[in-house]
């Protein structure tokens, strides 16, 4: 049985750091395209970063670049973002998602399957 689950949210004053973790089950990550995309209410899921299986490319959105990091440990089966420089419009629920596609894509709908979602909460 194919599953994501993601831990690590929380509460962070801004500028700080955290750093989400996505426990793959059912499949192995290094053979996965893997994203992170996150979501407020009222606003279609967007997407933050993502490893492909193709070589472990990684690409992030241009509001992240350079302070959001996607990496994976295959040994653990776990995809992770490292996020830093936290500022209050990061504030959303974070999903990761997994694609049976060989680069990655940013279309939500192309991800057959999610995990549950964190919440990372960017305030003082």
């Known amino acids: 049985q194919v599953q994501l689950v993601e831990s690590g949210g929380g509460l962070v004053q801004p500028g700080g750091s955290l750093r989400l973790s996505c426990l793959a089950s059912g499949f192995t990550v290094d053979y996965t395209t893997i994203a992170w995309f996150r979501q407020v209410p009222g606003k279609e899921r967007e997407g933050v970063s993502c490893i492909s299986n193709q070589n472990g490319n990684t690409v992030s959105a241009d509001s992240v670049k350079g302070r959001f990091t996607i990496s994976r440990d295959n040994a653990k089966n776990t995809v992770y973002l490292q996020m830093s420089s936290l500022k209050p419009e990061d504030t959303a629920v974070y999903y990761c998602?997994?694609?049976?596609?060989?680069?990655?894509?940013?279309?939500?709908?192309?991800?057959?399957?999610w995990g549950q979602g964190t919440q990372v909460t960017v305030s003082s």
């Open positions: 998602a997994a694609g049976l596609f060989t680069r990655c894509r940013w279309a939500a709908t192309d991800y057959r399957y």
